[in-house]
């Protein structure tokens, strides 16, 4: 496992994990925009030889708080730790760089993700009703919180 800061030069390797992850997944030009953002920044995970991309986050660390915006694993390397060890390099880059608490957004019925950020120290501490559409029905968000620098 090799977890790594990525730039400008991944956003076509992210946009593809996005897409293997999400059913709306983002384009390499929206992760282009959002890294050129002040305190953005992305970590990847490899494995293998040659390396081969199993997940990424792309959080942004500004103020004094840092956000998870995405994180995806890709669906046949789930299961095996690469998300928790996202969570944990993201959570000391936020910290490096200022941040005293990390916040993210959940749908509420994503169980394995609200397990995995429970598993990484975030608490729940609010509920976006409707934040995520689905076809089926807009999706609650769950709000977590992680204590940083402690």
């Given at each position: ?12 390797i992210?946009?593809d994990?996005?897409?293997?992850a999400?059913?709306?997944p983002?384009?390499a030009l929206e ?8 305190g953005?920044?992305?970590v ?11 997940g ?9 708080e ?5 994180i995806a694993v ?18 000391g880059i ?5 941040s005293?608490?990390m916040?993210?957004e959940?749908?509420s019925?994503?169980t394995?993700?609200?397990a995995?950020?429970?598993a ?8 976006r ?5 689905h076809p089926d029905?807009a ?9 940083l620098?402690t």
């Open positions: 496992m090799i977890l790594r800061p990525v730039g400008l030069e991944a956003c076509f992210l946009a994990l996005h897409d293997r999400f059913p709306r983002w384009s992760f282009e925009a959002l890294l050129k953002s002040p953005v920044f992305a990847m995970g490899e494995a293998g030889e040659p390396a081969v991309e199993k990424f986050i792309l959080c942004r660390s500004i103020a004094g840092a956000e998870v915006l995405t890709d669906p046949a390397a789930r299961r095996r730790g690469w998300g928790g060890a996202l969570v944990e390099m993201a959570a936020a910290t490096e760089t200022g005293e608490a916040f993210l959940v749908a019925d994503n394995a993700a609200v995995l950020y429970a990484t120290g975030f608490a729940r501490v609010g509920l009703k409707g934040y995520y559409p029905g999706r609650d968000a769950i709000v977590m919180r992680r204590a620098n």
